[in-house]
């Protein structure tokens, strides 16, 4: 497009001059009295055309007042192709000036680019060389620009103070720290002037006062280990003025950003608060960084901040927050606000996530909370929360919160980090409300969503479980006897002393595995004796955590070498020898069938299981039942053998090729319920049946060793391994449940013999 241009004779071109930057870039710059045409003072924008041709972009230029009354224009566009075409500047359709560089040498002084200007004036000049060198890559690296740089700002401060540089941190990141005049004003931007480069910081400076009480300004900045050298400058942009810092040499020994911040407790949360975004910000693309985060938040966290003042109208808590890995974010606290102040809650992680809470679905009462504001019973404060969100470079272990009141206050919330191992995160999640609150659907949109991924980052956490082995291996055993170990020991000793007495038990391999690994010297001390005292040859496996049971009876049926696989609690006792062939035999009794179990008793001769079914409770969830559990140990419809639709995994037989078949035990349960008629279920599907061989009679003290397990016994574990049942197996359990099993089986008594319910029992 051709641009034609119109100057009356009353008003004159102003000669402009220039400074090359470099082969790509001219600064030019020219004066002019402050009317463009006798009337107004708006000059409006500015264009540089060459040969009635506009120039395309990069270019910019910025126009300032100066000290007589005039005006100064300064403009970086790209050089000409041909050095001897005229650049003219066109405003409001009129050329105002005109440079000719025919010449083919430079005629702009330097250091007359900042002379008449006042402050404000010089750092507008400043601002506009830095803010278009750090967004065109050319200039940004061409050492011609950044020499003009460097001397416009040493002849304002020859003598720049020297930074401190205090610790190191992940992502090659140097915290430094310095000091402005009081009078400096808000730091408005940070710019890095190498001797052949300027680059913006990377972060901007965390402001606060000074610790010298000398009324200064004082400033931390985190700054890659690359900018952080000797003869490079750091230049502060203010609402006043402008500031020069030298970078130090790096002195050995720096300590690291959390030893740092360990031995100084008394470190302002908003400097904590700054290290963890920069650190977040540089993780999103720097594995280091990222870890540094959670290392920060572990080891030197924000300190707890909640709004609990019985004397204001509102107060709030977040007593837990857990990230998830698949972005999820899980909320536990109350909120007091009867007068209906608050608007919504902002959460923040130090990645960026931002969630926001407009509502607060799931309400229980918090009787702390209704002791401390004297409102009884009535105060429905608790709530727990689910919010999906995006993966983030890492799991950050604490979030920061804002409670936003309708007037446009805040409460501003910093909840406790979440527990770093994430079986503790899980626990901790389980255990945020009373179980009777556990309703289907909170299950569903709360706790399971929360609760699914912290399981299974604790299950992929798992190594190669240690194998410590007694006596002599059998090459093919008849049986493997898998039980699984947990705190619970008391009962092992008269266990193992009926194992040894039985001639039955010679073909059978014995493989223990023990889930709390911190019992590892008592539990190999303990069976090395019982190998010694009986010489029954025995496995050890030694799990680096608790990872449930299923997990347990998993990894000792891998290391097991006989076809057909017993699963054994470490509490069921024999009543008598010869038990286990029994067992064998109602395995093989006829073709199809995939598991038996015995009938099992209480230490009273009260039945404890004589076969497992389902059957729902009032509000319609599935439970599962023993039958005839408590009747007495001779009753007539216990002690007939027949199919049933589960057994307990207390005691149960199955082959090899079935527990393959059905996928072996499945871990998504936690610690241990439920995973028992999974298994069960999942043998059914197979095509095969279940039976109940009352025969074989065990006794079992039942659920001591989960009931030692603070994690399962303080939550809703249960209530979540029987939704997570129910929700799998609904529509399976009530296709089984519409058989009469006592009548199908043709060695049962009539219909009228089943079970009263009366006489159930759930688990």
């Known amino acids: 497009m051709t641009v034609i241009a119109v100057l009356p004779n009353s008003v004159s071109i102003a000669p402009a001059q220039f400074l090359a930057l470099g082969p790509r870039f001219l600064l030019v710059s020219w004066t002019m009295d402050g009317k463009l045409d006798g009337t107004t003072n708006a000059v409006g924008p500015i264009t540089p055309s060459v040969d009635g041709e506009p120039v395309r972009p990069p270019f910019t230029t910025l126009t300032i007042d100066t000290g007589w009354g005039g005006r100064r224009v300064l403009s970086i566009l790209p050089a000409p192709r041909d050095p001897r075409m005229p650049i003219h500047f066109i405003a409001r359709n009129r050329v105002i000036a005109e440079l000719r560089t025919e010449s083919g040498a430079a005629d702009l002084d330097p250091a007359g680019l900042l002379g008449s200007l006042d402050g404000a ?131 050995t020994g720096l300590p690291t950003l959390t030893d740092r911040l360990n031995a100084r407790p008394d470190t302002p949360a908003a400097l904590r608060h700054y290290l963890l975004t920069c650190l977040a910000q540089r993780g999103r693309s720097d594995v280091s960084a990222a870890s540094a985060v959670s290392e920060l938040q572990a080891l030197a966290p924000l300190p707890r901040r909640q709004a609990a003042d019985a004397k204001r109208p509102i107060g709030a808590s977040l007593d837990l927050a857990v990230p998830t890995a698949d972005g999820g974010l899980f909320l536990a606290g109350w909120l007091h606000d009867p007068h209906g102040l608050a608007a919504e809650l902002v959460v923040r992680t130090p990645f960026g996530g931002e969630r926001r809470v407009g509502r607060f679905a799931h309400r229980f009462p918090r009787e702390d909370v209704a002791k401390l504001y004297g409102t009884g019973g009535i105060d429905r404060s608790g709530f727990v929360l689910h919010l999906p969100g995006n993966p983030e470079p890492a799991e950050a272990l604490q979030v920061t919160a804002e409670l936003r009141l309708a007037s446009g206050g805040a409460l501003r919330l910093v909840p406790p980090p979440r527990p770093r191992a994430h079986a503790d995160a899980r626990a901790a999640v389980l255990g945020s409300l009373p179980p009777r609150f556990a309703t289907p659907e909170l299950l569903e949109t709360v706790i399971g969503p929360a609760v699914a991924p912290l399981h299974a980052a604790h299950l992929a956490t798992r190594g190669e479980p240690e194998l410590v082995v007694y006596g002599e291996r059998k090459a093919k055993p008849a049986v493997s006897v898998i039980i699984p170990l947990y705190r619970t020991l008391e009962f092992l000793r008269f266990q193992i002393a009926c194992f040894a007495t039985d001639p039955t038990m010679a073909d059978a391999e014995l493989v223990f595995v023990l889930d709390s690994p911190e019992q590892r010297d008592e539990v190999v ?12 040859p025995m496995l050890l496996l030694v799990q680096s955590a608790n990872y449930g049971y299923s997990a347990a009876n998993n990894a000792g049926v891998a290391v097991a070498r006989a076809n057909r696989l017993l699963l054994l609690n470490s509490d069921v006792v024999p009543d008598r020898a010869g038990w286990l062939p029994q067992l064998v035999a109602a395995l093989e009794e006829r073709p199809g069938i995939g598991a038996v179990g015995p009938k099992l008793l209480f230490d009273d001769d009260s039945l404890q299981h004589a076969g497992l079914y389902f059957d729902r409770d009032l509000q319609g969830a599935w439970y599962n039942h023993h039958y005839f559990k408590g009747l007495p140990r001779d009753f007539t419809a216990a002690c007939r053998p027949r199919s049933v639709p589960g057994v307990t995994g207390a005691c149960l037989l199955t082959t090899r090729a079935a527990y393959s078949a059905a996928g072996d035990f499945c871990e998504d349960y936690i610690i241990g319920d439920f995973e028992d008629s999974d298994l069960c279920l999942r043998i ?30 303080r939550g809703v574990a249960s209530e979540y391994n029987r939704w997570l049942h129910g929700r799998r197996w609904a529509d399976r359990m009530a296709g089984l449940m519409a058989r009469d099993w006592c009548a199908d089986d043709e060695a049962q008594p009539s219909r009228s013999s089943r079970p009263r319910k009366t006489a159930q029992v759930t688990r």
């Open 525 to 536: 001390h303990l069976l090395r004796g019982f190998h010694g005292l009986y010489g029954l």
């Open 684 to 713: 059914r599907d197979q095509g095969l049946d279940i039976r109940y061989a009352p025969s074989v009679e065990l006794y079992h003290l039942e659920r001591r060793s989960i009931g030692r397990h603070q994690g399962y016994t």
């Open 121 to 251: 004036a010089r750092l507008r000049v400043l601002r506009f060389l830095f803010d278009f060198a750090c967004s065109t890559p050319a200039l940004r690296r061409d050492a011609a620009f950044a020499g003009l740089c460097r001397r416009l700002v040493l002849d304002r401060a020859a003598e720049p103070a020297m930074l401190a540089v205090r610790a190191t941190a992940g992502g090659d990141l140097l915290l430094c720290a310095g000091a402005l005049s009081g009078r400096f004003g808000a730091i408005s931007g940070l710019v890095v002037l190498a001797p052949n480069a300027v680059a913006r910081a990377p972060f901007d400076a965390c402001i606060g006062p000074d610790p010298a009480g000398k009324g200064r300004i004082a400033f931390d900045l985190l700054i890659d280990r690359g900018l952080c050298v000797p003869g490079n400058l750091l230049v502060v942009l203010g609402a006043n003025g402008v500031a020069c810092r030298r970078f130090p040499a790096e002195s």
